[in-house]
T-cell receptor, first 114, second 113 residues
Protein backbone atom coordinates (compact mmCIF):
# COMPACT_ATOMS: atom_id res chain seq x y z
CA UNK A 1 0.00 0.00 0.00
CA UNK A 2 1.41 3.44 -0.87
CA UNK A 3 2.52 5.48 2.09
CA UNK A 4 3.82 8.90 2.99
CA UNK A 5 7.43 8.92 4.14
CA UNK A 6 9.29 11.54 6.14
CA UNK A 7 12.95 12.17 6.82
CA UNK A 8 14.67 12.45 9.16
CA UNK A 9 12.80 10.62 11.86
CA UNK A 10 14.54 12.69 14.51
CA UNK A 11 16.39 15.99 14.13
CA UNK A 12 18.30 17.70 16.90
CA UNK A 13 19.43 21.26 16.27
CA UNK A 14 20.71 24.32 18.08
CA UNK A 15 18.48 27.33 18.53
CA UNK A 16 18.85 29.73 15.63
CA UNK A 17 19.83 27.07 13.12
CA UNK A 18 17.89 26.30 9.96
CA UNK A 19 16.23 22.93 9.52
CA UNK A 20 14.57 21.29 6.56
CA UNK A 21 12.06 18.53 7.08
CA UNK A 22 11.31 16.33 4.11
CA UNK A 23 8.22 14.45 3.02
CA UNK A 24 7.64 12.17 0.07
CA UNK A 25 3.92 12.23 -0.70
CA UNK A 26 1.90 9.42 -2.23
CA UNK A 27 2.54 9.77 -5.94
CA UNK A 28 -0.87 10.74 -7.32
CA UNK A 29 -1.89 12.99 -4.44
CA UNK A 30 -2.55 16.66 -5.09
CA UNK A 31 -2.89 18.29 -1.68
CA UNK A 32 -0.12 18.47 0.89
CA UNK A 33 -0.14 19.54 4.52
CA UNK A 34 2.14 20.10 7.45
CA UNK A 35 0.90 19.70 10.99
CA UNK A 36 2.79 19.80 14.25
CA UNK A 37 2.20 18.33 17.68
CA UNK A 38 3.99 19.76 20.66
CA UNK A 39 4.37 17.13 23.37
CA UNK A 40 1.14 16.77 25.31
CA UNK A 41 -0.76 19.21 23.11
CA UNK A 42 -3.19 18.98 20.21
CA UNK A 43 -2.13 18.42 16.65
CA UNK A 44 -2.08 21.85 14.96
CA UNK A 45 -2.47 22.74 11.32
CA UNK A 46 0.47 24.69 9.86
CA UNK A 47 0.01 24.96 6.12
CA UNK A 48 -1.67 23.45 3.10
CA UNK A 49 -0.17 23.37 -0.39
CA UNK A 50 -1.90 22.79 -3.71
CA UNK A 51 -0.94 23.42 -7.31
CA UNK A 52 2.54 24.52 -6.28
CA UNK A 53 1.44 27.23 -3.93
CA UNK A 54 0.30 27.74 -0.37
CA UNK A 55 -3.48 27.54 -0.19
CA UNK A 56 -3.86 28.23 3.51
CA UNK A 57 -1.62 28.81 6.50
CA UNK A 58 -2.20 29.18 10.19
CA UNK A 59 -1.05 31.97 12.47
CA UNK A 60 1.76 29.67 13.58
CA UNK A 61 3.19 29.64 10.05
CA UNK A 62 5.05 32.94 10.20
CA UNK A 63 7.96 34.27 8.14
CA UNK A 64 10.30 31.75 9.74
CA UNK A 65 8.50 28.92 7.95
CA UNK A 66 8.42 28.08 4.27
CA UNK A 67 7.34 25.14 2.14
CA UNK A 68 8.16 24.01 -1.35
CA UNK A 69 8.24 21.09 -3.75
CA UNK A 70 11.74 21.58 -5.12
CA UNK A 71 11.70 18.66 -7.55
CA UNK A 72 8.01 17.97 -8.00
CA UNK A 73 8.09 15.01 -5.65
CA UNK A 74 9.53 15.92 -2.26
CA UNK A 75 7.57 18.35 -0.13
CA UNK A 76 9.71 20.25 2.35
CA UNK A 77 9.15 22.40 5.41
CA UNK A 78 11.94 24.82 6.25
CA UNK A 79 12.32 26.62 9.54
CA UNK A 80 14.86 29.41 9.04
CA UNK A 81 15.89 30.18 12.60
CA UNK A 82 14.65 27.62 15.05
CA UNK A 83 13.37 28.52 18.50
CA UNK A 84 13.03 26.34 21.57
CA UNK A 85 9.26 26.37 21.14
CA UNK A 86 9.59 24.82 17.68
CA UNK A 87 10.41 21.50 19.36
CA UNK A 88 7.58 19.22 18.31
CA UNK A 89 6.58 16.30 16.15
CA UNK A 90 6.01 17.47 12.58
CA UNK A 91 3.64 15.46 10.41
CA UNK A 92 3.25 15.61 6.68
CA UNK A 93 -0.10 14.59 5.21
CA UNK A 94 -1.30 14.15 1.67
CA UNK A 95 -4.70 13.95 0.05
CA UNK A 96 -5.62 12.61 -3.35
CA UNK A 97 -8.30 15.21 -3.98
CA UNK A 98 -11.46 14.88 -5.98
CA UNK A 99 -14.10 13.05 -3.95
CA UNK A 100 -11.53 11.45 -1.66
CA UNK A 101 -11.25 13.12 1.71
CA UNK A 102 -8.93 10.93 3.72
CA UNK A 103 -5.59 12.50 4.57
CA UNK A 104 -2.70 10.06 4.79
CA UNK A 105 -0.06 10.90 7.34
CA UNK A 106 3.63 10.20 7.43
CA UNK A 107 5.32 8.82 10.56
CA UNK A 108 6.51 12.27 11.58
CA UNK A 109 9.80 13.99 12.30
CA UNK A 110 10.62 14.70 15.91
CA UNK A 111 12.39 18.06 16.05
CA UNK A 112 14.34 18.91 19.19
CA UNK A 113 15.71 22.44 19.49
CA UNK A 114 18.38 22.90 22.17
CA UNK B 1 -13.59 29.29 15.98
CA UNK B 2 -13.99 25.52 15.92
CA UNK B 3 -12.94 23.70 19.08
CA UNK B 4 -12.78 19.92 19.42
CA UNK B 5 -12.92 18.23 22.80
CA UNK B 6 -12.48 14.57 23.65
CA UNK B 7 -13.48 12.76 26.81
CA UNK B 8 -12.28 10.90 28.66
CA UNK B 9 -8.64 11.95 28.43
CA UNK B 10 -7.56 8.48 29.48
CA UNK B 11 -9.25 5.13 29.81
CA UNK B 12 -8.06 1.79 31.14
CA UNK B 13 -10.18 -1.31 30.58
CA UNK B 14 -9.81 -5.07 30.81
CA UNK B 15 -9.53 -7.03 27.60
CA UNK B 16 -12.84 -7.96 26.00
CA UNK B 17 -14.76 -4.93 27.19
CA UNK B 18 -16.82 -2.81 24.80
CA UNK B 19 -16.04 0.87 25.11
CA UNK B 20 -17.06 4.29 23.86
CA UNK B 21 -14.88 7.29 23.20
CA UNK B 22 -16.47 10.71 22.88
CA UNK B 23 -15.71 13.71 20.71
CA UNK B 24 -17.55 17.04 20.66
CA UNK B 25 -17.15 20.07 18.46
CA UNK B 26 -18.44 23.60 18.87
CA UNK B 27 -19.41 24.50 15.32
CA UNK B 28 -21.81 22.07 13.65
CA UNK B 29 -20.94 23.36 10.17
CA UNK B 30 -18.46 20.59 9.46
CA UNK B 31 -17.60 18.88 6.21
CA UNK B 32 -16.55 15.61 7.79
CA UNK B 33 -15.11 14.04 10.92
CA UNK B 34 -12.29 11.55 11.17
CA UNK B 35 -11.07 9.26 13.90
CA UNK B 36 -7.35 8.52 14.01
CA UNK B 37 -5.15 6.21 15.98
CA UNK B 38 -1.73 7.30 17.25
CA UNK B 39 0.75 4.87 18.72
CA UNK B 40 3.47 6.27 21.00
CA UNK B 41 6.09 8.15 18.97
CA UNK B 42 4.42 7.13 15.76
CA UNK B 43 2.33 8.69 13.02
CA UNK B 44 -1.40 9.08 12.64
CA UNK B 45 -3.50 6.31 11.13
CA UNK B 46 -6.96 7.14 9.84
CA UNK B 47 -9.54 4.71 11.19
CA UNK B 48 -12.88 6.04 10.03
CA UNK B 49 -14.15 9.07 8.14
CA UNK B 50 -17.77 10.18 8.41
CA UNK B 51 -19.11 12.71 5.95
CA UNK B 52 -21.44 15.37 7.35
CA UNK B 53 -24.38 13.73 5.58
CA UNK B 54 -23.70 10.35 7.20
CA UNK B 55 -24.72 9.06 10.60
CA UNK B 56 -22.17 6.32 11.08
CA UNK B 57 -19.32 4.32 9.64
CA UNK B 58 -18.11 0.85 10.53
CA UNK B 59 -14.82 -0.94 10.10
CA UNK B 60 -14.38 -4.29 11.76
CA UNK B 61 -14.79 -3.86 15.50
CA UNK B 62 -14.98 -0.09 15.19
CA UNK B 63 -18.12 1.94 14.75
CA UNK B 64 -18.19 5.72 14.61
CA UNK B 65 -21.36 7.76 14.82
CA UNK B 66 -21.98 11.41 14.08
CA UNK B 67 -24.70 13.73 15.37
CA UNK B 68 -23.83 16.93 13.60
CA UNK B 69 -26.63 19.01 15.05
CA UNK B 70 -25.53 18.34 18.61
CA UNK B 71 -21.83 18.52 17.75
CA UNK B 72 -20.98 14.99 18.86
CA UNK B 73 -19.32 11.86 17.64
CA UNK B 74 -18.62 8.58 19.35
CA UNK B 75 -16.17 5.83 18.54
CA UNK B 76 -17.35 2.44 19.71
CA UNK B 77 -14.77 -0.33 20.05
CA UNK B 78 -16.20 -3.81 20.46
CA UNK B 79 -14.43 -6.63 22.28
CA UNK B 80 -11.31 -4.59 23.01
CA UNK B 81 -7.88 -6.19 22.71
CA UNK B 82 -4.46 -5.23 24.11
CA UNK B 83 -3.45 -4.29 20.57
CA UNK B 84 -6.07 -1.54 20.65
CA UNK B 85 -3.98 0.33 23.23
CA UNK B 86 -3.15 3.70 21.68
CA UNK B 87 -4.30 7.29 21.65
CA UNK B 88 -7.45 7.92 19.64
CA UNK B 89 -7.81 11.34 18.05
CA UNK B 90 -10.87 12.99 16.60
CA UNK B 91 -10.50 15.65 13.91
CA UNK B 92 -13.06 17.71 12.04
CA UNK B 93 -12.87 19.47 8.74
CA UNK B 94 -14.85 22.68 8.68
CA UNK B 95 -17.24 23.26 5.83
CA UNK B 96 -15.77 25.74 3.39
CA UNK B 97 -12.17 25.68 4.48
CA UNK B 98 -9.25 24.27 2.61
CA UNK B 99 -9.53 20.72 3.94
CA UNK B 100 -7.42 21.36 7.01
CA UNK B 101 -8.24 19.30 10.06
CA UNK B 102 -8.94 20.64 13.54
CA UNK B 103 -8.02 18.20 16.27
CA UNK B 104 -9.02 17.08 19.71
CA UNK B 105 -6.42 16.23 22.33
CA UNK B 106 -7.23 12.54 22.20
CA UNK B 107 -8.18 9.72 24.49
CA UNK B 108 -5.35 7.52 25.70
CA UNK B 109 -6.63 3.95 25.83
CA UNK B 110 -5.00 1.08 27.68
CA UNK B 111 -6.49 -2.38 27.26
CA UNK B 112 -5.17 -4.73 29.90
CA UNK B 113 -4.79 -8.47 29.25
Amino acid sequence: EPEVTQTPSHQVTQMGQEVILRCVPISNHLYFYWYRQILGQKVEFLVSFYNNEISEKSEIFDDQFSVERPDGSNFTLKIRSTKLEDSAMYFCATLAGGFTDTQYFGPGTRLTVL
Amino acid sequence: KQEVTQIPAALSVPEGENLVLNCSFTDSAIYNLQWFRQDPGKGLTSLLLIQSSQREQTSGRLNASLDKSSGRSTLYIAASQPGDSATYLCAVKDAGNNRKLIWGLGTSLAVNP
